[in-house]
Structure formats: structure tokens, C-alpha cells
């Protein structure tokens, strides 16, 4: 009985192979199977279990459409595709204007303290540039404290429940705001595992979810799908505008449950959501002001930016691309229009720094307009299998693409977006760059920062002696609240604040 079984359960997988290359061959990516004779049986179960993971179909269409709109867009045949800046109705600005960021911030407080914003945060990457392997939110900037960026991170989230608790009459640890962070398939295990050696840094466990971003495989200039190895294809992430497709595949996928991201927003009554990367050390995660702009807006995507600070930076920029938003690349805009004035203030002003607000029922929509988003193409040098010989090569030059989609392609297709303009030194100190490098390193991160810990103890009141530095743990403060007790003090020495009682050995 147990040959017979044998034989059934063989019998079985023949007619799925069979059909697999079936599908393969109709797609005309067959020759994925150039080298089934050869590979063991545990070799062939590898890449058929990774050939029915993929759509080689939608694979197909991402190739056609990015070539496509990549040809239109060089030769100039793009319709409607006029740069323009955005309309004064869907700009606002913090900046010099206190009362309006007070009634954002109420409004967004009361959408938290009510259970219906969560964040989620990009954090698919390493911190490779930086000299280590880790994921880079685990990365030490070199604060006093030595807090990682996901400490820093975790600890604004609780400081803020604690302060929608308190200026919305709810009781003590009964505001919750989840959070959502999307890996990459390298960086999956070590960030949980970061996570559960600190405790979640003080969040419930089963309020941080962690799913990972998909990934697209590496295609010849021809579209033709590449071989890693004979049983293996070859595969890259699918740029952080994959996070819309990693929404609605499985939190685990190792598990045979369906269960994903936008089942369980919708299953906490979650209506809005902040997105937003790992490595900006300013970040204000699940910051009320944007919330409450947004929601106030009736907004279905938001973007928050900074003031562009020459007309020559090297950013990209929000703008109109003839009706719809969009993200502007510099290479795009001409001399004459980055130049352009309004008023006192550049035209093109808005530069993206990748924080955005979404609806959720924006994040659901998202899958009826996904195949209308072009991918962006990388043209790489990329090691793979010869078909022919089957030697493995690492060509000299680009050999094939790899295809990225951008988190802000969406804007396009958004019914309501608005932009929300913010303080640069407020609200954004990238971290991109390897120690020593002078912009955008572990050295700026840690002086912006702490400078704007300064700022929060001088706008309260007190009186900093000299070049002391003192660090204000995020659960003291999330925005330079809750430091009344400061005022006429006078601090003489530098240190860390993990409490504001602990602000009194520092006078």
C-alpha cells in the first residue's frame, strides 16, 4: 500500500511539473526547466516550489510596461506629462504658523487616541554603506544613550499613546498604536530577532508586525527571466513601492494562513496610516500634526516634505506632472524651473523625504490601479547561469535589469492628495552615508538630533551652559512636551534623561 501511495503522490507531482512547464512555456520563459535532467529531486522540488511562488505572467506585464513607459518617456511621447508646481490648495506649511499646527495636532491626537492610525515602517534595508551587516534600523548613531534607531522609534510610539491618553481623558494604557514593519528577506530574522532580545523596547509583541517586502526576478535586456543557478532564479527586492504588494501577501509565510496586512488593519478598526523610512533620526512617528492635516484635508494620500534649501540640491521635489502628483527627480526640472520663484520662496520647493499618509481603504484600492504603475528598469551587472553552457558568469558589464517600484508611485493615481511642509531640522536628518563622511552620516545624525534636544529644554524655559549635551529620552518627550518643570533651571553638566526627574543631577 505504501508503493502504491508512493506512486500516486509521484504521479501527482509529474502533472504538476507538467503543467508548470506548460505554463512556463506558454509565458515563454521555458527555459527556466534547460537544466531539469540534470538536478537532483530535492533540487527540482526547490525550483518548482520557486517557479509556483512566481507569476510569471504579471512578471511579463512589469517587463512590457516599464520598457514601454521607459521609450515614451525618452523620446518625448508621454501625454499630458507637463511639470508644474503644486496648487496652492494642496500645500501647507508648519513653518511660522503655530495656530494651525496646534488644531492639526488635536484632531490627529483624537484619530489616536480613538485606535484608528497605525504606523508602518520601511525598513528592508542594511546598513551596509555604514560598515555593518545588521539591519540598519539596529544601527547606534552614537548617542550617549547608544538607543538604536528602532529604540528611538518604539520609544516615541509610547511616549505618544501616553499623550493622546492624557489630552483625551482615556485611561492609563489603553491607547494603542500598532506597528507594521516591512522587512526584506535578508533582514527578516535579525530585526525580529533585535526585537525580542530588547522586549519590543517596551510595545506588546503582538502590536509590532513584521512582514516582509516581495522581490521580482532579474530579467535580460529581453525580458527573459535569469538563472542564479541551475535550480535557483535569480531574484532582487522589488524597491520600497513593493510594499503595496507585500500588503496583501501573508504576514508568515512560512504558515499556510492568508492572513495579511490589510486584513489586520482592518481587523483592529485602523483607518489611517502613517508610512515612513527607518533612517531619519527626526522622524515623528505617527506624528499628530500630519494625522490631523490629512484627516482634516479628507485626504486619501499625503506627503510630507521639507523646504528644497538651493535650487541645485540634489533631490527629488512634489509637483504636478501635467494633472496628477507626482515625484520630479532634479534631473528632470530645467535650469529656468528650479530657479522659479513664488513669491519669496522657490517654485519647486517640496523635497520628498519618503513619509507619507495613507487611508487604508487608499492601501486597499491600491491593487485595482497597480498594474498601470510602471516599474522603474536598473540595468546591473547581474551573475547568472549561461543557458547555453551552463556556466556560471559575472559579466563585466550591465547584463540585465532589475525592476523597482517607488513607494510614491501612487501619488498619481490618488483622488485627494494634499502636502504638508515641515521644518528641515525638525523632522529630517537622513542617515545614508558611511562615518566621517560630513553630510548625511552617523556624526550629523547625532548633532541634529541633539541640538533639537536642546531646542526642546530652551523653548521650555531653561538655560544651557556652554556646549553641554543632554539627551531627553524619547518616553520624557515626543515633540518638547512635558518639560515644564525646566523653566529658570539653569544645566551645567551633559548627560541622559530617562526621566525628567533624572534633569535635576544635570543642573
Do not use: I
Given at each position: 500500500?505504501?508503493?502504491?501511495?508512493?506512486?500516486?503522490?509521484?504521479?501527482?507531482?509529474?502533472?504538476?511539473?507538467?503543467?508548470?512547464?506548460?505554463?512556463?512555456?506558454?509565458?515563454?520563459?521555458?527555459?527556466?526547466?534547460?537544466?531539469?535532467?540534470?538536478?537532483?529531486?530535492?533540487?527540482?522540488?526547490?525550483?518548482?516550489?520557486?517557479?509556483?511562488?512566481?507569476?510569471?505572467?504579471?512578471?511579463?506585464?512589469v517587463w512590457q510596461t516599464a520598457v514601454d513607459a521607459e521609450k515614451a518617456g525618452s523620446s518625448g511621447t508621454s501625454d499630458d506629462e507637463e511639470i508644474r508646481p503644486l496648487p496652492c490648495d494642496a500645500f501647507d506649511t508648519v513653518i511660522n504658523n503655530p495656530a494651525k499646527e496646534a488644531e492639526w495636532r488635536k484632531v490627529g491626537l483624537k484619530a489616536i487616541a480613538d485606535g484608528h492610525v497605525a504606523v508602518l515602517l520601511m525598513a528592508g534595508g542594511q546598513g551596509t554603506r555604514l560598515g555593518s551587516s545588521d539591519p540598519k534600523g539596529c544601527y547606534d548613531i552614537g548617542l550617549p544613550s547608544h538607543k538604536s534607531l528602532f529604540q528611538y522609534q518604539a520609544e516615541r510610539i509610547l511616549r505618544l499613546q501616553t499623550v493622546a491618553e492624557e489630552e483625551n481623558g482615556k485611561p492609563k494604557g489603553s491607547v494603542i498604536i500598532s506597528w507594521y514593519i516591512m522587512t526584506s528577506g535578508p533582514t527578516r530574522k535579525p530585526t525580529v530577532a533585535f526585537f525580542e532580545k530588547n522586549h519590543h523596547f517596551g510595545l506588546h509583541a503582538k502590536n509590532v508586525i513584521f512582514f516582509e517586502q516581495g522581490t521580482l526576478p532579474c530579467l535580460t535586456m529581453n525580458g527573459k527571466i535569469l538563472l542564479d543557478s541551475k535550480s535557483r532564479v535569480a531574484v532582487a527586492p522589488d524597491g520600497n513601492g513593493g510594499l503595496y504588494a507585500a500588503l496583501r501577501a501573508p504576514i508568515s509565510p512560512s504558515s499556510h494562513s492568508t492572513h495579511n496586512v490589510v486584513h489586520d488593519l482592518e481587523s483592529r478598526g485602523i483607518h489611517y496610516v502613517h508610512v515612513y523610512g527607518v533612517d531619519n533620526c527626526l522622524v515623528r512617528v505617527a506624528d499628530p500634526v500630519f494625522f490631523g492635516y490629512s484627516i482634516s484635508k479628507q485626504a486619501d494620500c499625503a506627503a510630507k516634505v521639507v523646504r528644497k534649501t538651493t535650487p541645485t540640491e540634489s533631490v527629488g521635489v512634489v509637483a504636478m506632472r501635467g494633472k496628477h502628483f507626482s515625484v520630479i527627480e532634479y534631473s528632470e526640472i530645467s535650469k529656468e524651473q528650479a530657479e522659479q520663484m513664488e513669491g519669496d520662496q522657490l517654485a519647486y520647493r517640496a523635497a520628498n523625504i519618503v513619509n507619507h499618509f495613507y487611508t487604508t481603504e487608499f492601501l486597499k484600492q491600491v491593487e485595482s490601479f497597480e498594474e498601470k504603475m510602471a516599474f522603474h528598469i536598473a540595468r546591473k551587472k547581474i551573475p547568472h547561469v549561461d543557458i547555453g553552457s551552463g556556466e556560471h558568469l559575472k559579466p563585466a558589464k550591465p547584463n540585465g535589469m532589475k525592476l523597482e517600484l517607488f513607494v510614491f508611485d501612487v501619488f498619481p493615481f490618488a483622488k485627494h492628495m494634499v502636502v504638508l511642509e515641515v521644518d528641515r531640522k525638525e523632522e529630517f536628518s537622513p542617515l545614508k552615508n558611511a562615518p566621517g563622511t560630513g553630510t548625511d552620516d552617523p556624526e550629523t545624525s547625532r548633532k541634529d538630533l541633539l541640538s533639537q534636544q536642546r531646542r526642546f529644554m530652551e523653548h521650555a524655559g531653561a538655560t544651557m551652559e556652554g556646549e553641554i549635551e543632554i539627551e531627553i529620552s524619547p518616553l520624557v518627550s515626543y515633540a518638547g512636551e512635558g518639560l515644564s518643570s525646566v523653566r529658570g533651571a539653569k544645566y551645567t553638566r551633559s548627560g541622559i534623561a530617562e526621566s525628567v526627574e533624572a534633569l535635576d543631577a544635570l543642573k
Open positions: 500500500m505504501s508503493s502504491t501511495l508512493n506512486q500516486s503522490q509521484n504521479a501527482t507531482m509529474d502533472d504538476e511539473t507538467t503543467a508548470l512547464k506548460q505554463l512556463y512555456q506558454t509565458a515563454g520563459q521555458d527555459h527556466l526547466f534547460q537544466f531539469w535532467p540534470e538536478l537532483s529531486k530535492l533540487e527540482q522540488t526547490t525550483l518548482c516550489h520557486q517557479l509556483k511562488s512566481l507569476d510569471v505572467n504579471r512578471v511579463n506585464r
